[in-house]
Every structure is written in C-alpha cells, then in structure tokens.
C-alpha cells in the first residue's frame, strides 16, 4: 500500500513535536482498552501557567483567593479531558498560542503500562469556548496540524496524583530501526520520511518490546491539573 500526500505532515512533526511517529492503525484493540477516570479534568502544561494569591494589584479579592493566570506573553497550554463513550476520552487541546483542537483518545494497557492513542476530531464551536482566552490565534493548533491527514499518535502515560506525564514516541530512535532492519514492522518509507501501517497487533507487540527502552520516547510533557 502506498500512502500519498503525508510527506508534509511528518515534517511538521520535527519542528513541532520533537518527532512524534505517525501510524495509519490505532494502537489499541477492545481488550486492551482502559479507562482510567483520574484522567477526566482539566490539566496545564508545566510552567505555563502562574499560580497567583492574595489581591496582587486587585483590592478587591479577598486575599487568601487563589488564581492562575497566563505566564508571560503566551497562553497555557491546557488538555482538557471528557467521557467520550464507555473506553474513549474526548481530548480538547489549546497549545501556546491559544490555538483549540479536538482528539478522540484512548488509554491502552499493555504489560501494565498506560499508552495514549489520539486521532483528531473536528471540534464543535462550544468546545473551543470552552478553552476561550481574549486574542487567542483562531489558526491550526500546532498538535493538529500534525494530525492533518487522519493519523494516529502514541504516548506513554505516567502519572502521580494530579501530575500527568506525557511521554511521546521518539520518531529519530524509531526510523532508525527500521533503517537498520533492527525491528520488523510494517511501515512506508517516502523519500526517507516514514509512517506506520501495521495494524493494531502488530503495533502492541512492538510497543510491549520496546516499553522499558526511554529511547523509544521523546521530550516528557509534564500537566499538572488545575479542575476536575
């Protein structure tokens, strides 16, 4: 099978997300779906957002209150996480620019590991409302303009009470395998830009194999929630 017209969209993967690897399968099968519900809320990017107490310039708040507000010049980046159906969380994303995209996502169990596929959705006028902050830039988010052609994505989750851990798979230590004929797994290759194409089992094998390898994954995103 050869995949057109999806040379672009890997590229923008380098400059936006460290190289993230697309797959034309999700990763997840009906039995290997969770739903862990410590993932429903609303969570912010690490640093992106200033926590702020007391009045601080506002004599009229009282001054154990307690607030956040944007960190500088650029938005918070925030994952909002709602109950799709019974095994799918529906993920509304801003990134720092104020930019909203929606993503249908579902938490995988493999080997007592959690794994996030995310597949984009078009989302509704009111679920970009809902993330709405003054000015925000109604262009492509940077997360779904890497989801321009239906893929999906993968993530290890990690998390400890109400910090998340976002770990996205490494696109560099993955094409190198398959350069190097390290790993065998059904992939296209497009003038040395490369995209998954085994299917769902296939997929959790290789991601069972590789779980414990931390140069399966790229930078960590770390979220800390901010509501329930």
Same mark, same amino acid.
């Given at each position: ?5 999806? =040379? ?28 862990? &519900? ?91 409302? $809902? ?21 999906? &994505? ?5 998390? =400890?009470?109400? &910090? ?12 190198? $395998? ?18 998954? &194409? ?31």
């Amino acid at each position: 099978m050869k995949i057109r017209h999806w =040379k672009f969209v890997v590229l923008f993967a380098f400059a936006l997300f460290g190289g993230c690897i697309p797959s034309i399968h999700p990763l997840y099968t009906e039995d290997k779906l969770v739903f862990p &519900t410590e993932l429903l809320g609303t969570f912010v990017a690490d640093g992106s957002l200033e926590i702020v107490q007391g009045r601080q310039g506002h004599p009229g708040v009282p001054l154990d209150t307690v607030w956040f507000q944007p960190r500088g010049d650029k938005f918070p980046e925030i994952w909002h996480f709602e109950r799709w159906d019974e095994n799918t969380f529906h993920l509304v994303y801003q990134d720092g620019q104020g930019r909203c995209a929606s993503f249908e996502t579902h938490v995988v169990e493999l080997d007592g590991k959690l794994f996030l596929d995310f597949f984009p959705t078009d989302p509704e006028s009111e679920e970009k409302e $809902l993330l709405f902050f003054p000015g925000q830039d109604p262009g492509l988010n940077d997360f779904l303009v890497f989801h321009l052609l239906p893929v999906h &994505t993968f993530a290890r989750l990690d998390w =400890k009470g109400d &910090t998340l851990r976002i770990h996205l798979f490494d696109y560099d230590y993955i094409t190198d $395998l398959l350069r190097e004929k390290r790993v065998r797994i059904r992939h296209e290759n497009q003038d040395g830009q490369y995209i998954l &194409t085994a299917p769902p089992r296939e997929l959790q094998k290789f991601v069972e194999k590789y779980a414990d390898d931390e140069r399966l994954f790229s930078s960590e995103i770390v979220l800390h929630r901010v509501a329930p």
